[in-house]
């Protein structure tokens, strides 16, 4: 079974950084666009960073130059390193994998949750 394992959630202070990690198993990791998503209370779940297998990536408005996804292809991990964090960054942030050849096979981690506030 395939599995998503989100870890580094947690609650920091407007202006901190978190790290988020997400390992794989039990796919074929590097032929997988991997990307992070979040989901704040009464709002709908929204991209927020991808990677594809070569590299390239893709980010929301909303956190361009604060936040970096990034992929180690040998460890089937994908990290989002969030820096400058803020208030509306609060939400349950999910690992997500999609197959880069055959979009309808995807995944999601459980989810962990982020809050910023002081």
């Known amino acids: 079974q395939v599995q998503l394992v989100e870890s580094g959630g947690g609650l920091v202070q407007p202006g901190g950084s978190l790290r988020l990690s997400c390992a794989a198993s039990r796919i074929t990791f590097s032929i997988y666009t991997m990307g992070w998503y979040r989901q704040a209370p009464g709002k709908q779940r929204e991209l927020v960073a991808t990677?594809?297998?070569?590299?390239?990536?893709n980010y929301a408005d909303s956190v361009k130059g604060r936040f970096t996804i990034s992929r180690d292809n040998a460890k089937n991990t994908v990290q989002l390193q969030m820096n400058s964090l803020k208030a509306e960054d609060t939400a349950v942030y999910y690992c997500?994998?999609?197959?880069?050849?055959?979009?309808?096979?995807?995944?999601w981690g459980q989810g962990t949750q982020v809050t910023v506030s002081s």
């Open positions: 997500h994998g999609e197959h880069q050849f055959t979009p309808s096979i995807r995944y």
């Open positions: 990677v594809t297998r070569s590299g390239s990536t």
